[in-house]
T-cell receptor, first 112, second 114 residues
Framework: SQTIHQWPATLVQPVGSPLSLECTVE??????LYWYRQAAGRGLQLLFY??????ISSEVPQNLSASRPQDRQFILSSKKLLLSDSGFYLC???????????FGSGTRLTVV | AQSVTQPDIHITVSEGASLELRCNYS??????LFWYVQSPGQGLQLLLK??????LVQGIKGFEAEFKRSQSSFNLRKPSVHWSDAAEYFC????????????FGQGTRLTINP
């Protein structure tokens, strides 16, 4: 079956520290992968998407970066976290033109 | 630019009352539309989706939505809400710009009064 794993579930990091959030997909090949962020009291903003290994598109300028080292692995990173990076981060995948999106359970990041 | 607008940030209804959450989209082509629900601290769960065909779409948990092209709307409805329906609701549209992307509205937070 097709599943998506996202970890960690919660994370508290000091300002200026690095970040690495990982998302992996199982049961499918060549998925489109997405990172979304939900800031407190706000909607879901698309941060990055990837249509293949090493192919990353950024939707908004920010302090974060994304990488796709393997077909079913999507990583969200930062070299130095800012307070404004706090939020709920969701990974998602879709396949081809099916327009079916599956979301992970999310990571709640608090930068202190 | 393609976008989704949810005009109501917060709605409060009494348990057992009917519910309608509004969603307006801006997209030149035939839209692919979704409604998701997010319980506190949780991920997203798909309620229903519209791609084509019958404009009244049935979803899970007793929800339905109606696609109205003339009004560029895709409102979510439920005839009688339950306390467990309290959550954040998101409308979304697929945008194809090089790749397909799911673009969300700002969300509507639903509170249920006992």
């Amino acid at each position: 079956s097709q599943t998506i794993h996202q970890w960690p579930a919660t994370l508290v990091q000091p300002v200026g520290s690095p970040l690495s959030l990982e998302c992996t997909v199982e049961g499918t090949s060549n998925p489109n992968l997405y990172w979304y962020r939900q800031a407190a009291g706000r909607g879901l903003q698309l941060l990055f998407y990837s249509v293949g290994i090493g192919q990353i598109s950024s939707e908004v300028p920010q302090n974060l970066s994304a990488s796709r080292p393997q077909d079913r692995q999507f990583i969200l990173s930062s070299k130095k976290l800012l307070l404004s990076d706090s939020g709920f981060y969701l990974c998602a995948w879709s396949v081809g033109q099916t327009y079916g999106y599956t979301f992970g359970s999310g990571t709640r990041l608090t930068v202190v | 630019a393609q976008s989704v607008t949810q005009p109501d940030i917060h709605i409060t209804v009494s348990e057992g009352a009917s519910l309608e959450l509004r969603c307006n989209y801006s997209y030149g082509a035939t839209p692919y539309l979704f409604w998701y629900v997010q319980s506190p601290g949780q991920g997203l769960q798909l309620l229903l989706k519209y791609f084509s065909g019958d404009t009244l779409v049935q979803g899970i948990k007793g929800f339905e939505a109606e696609f109205k092209r003339s009004q560029s709307s895709f409102n979510l409805r439920k005839p009688s809400v339950h306390w467990s329906d309290a959550a954040e609701y998101f409308c979304a549209v697929v945008v194809i710009q090089g790749a397909q992307k799911l673009v969300f509205g700002q969300g509507t937070r639903l509170t249920i009064n006992p």
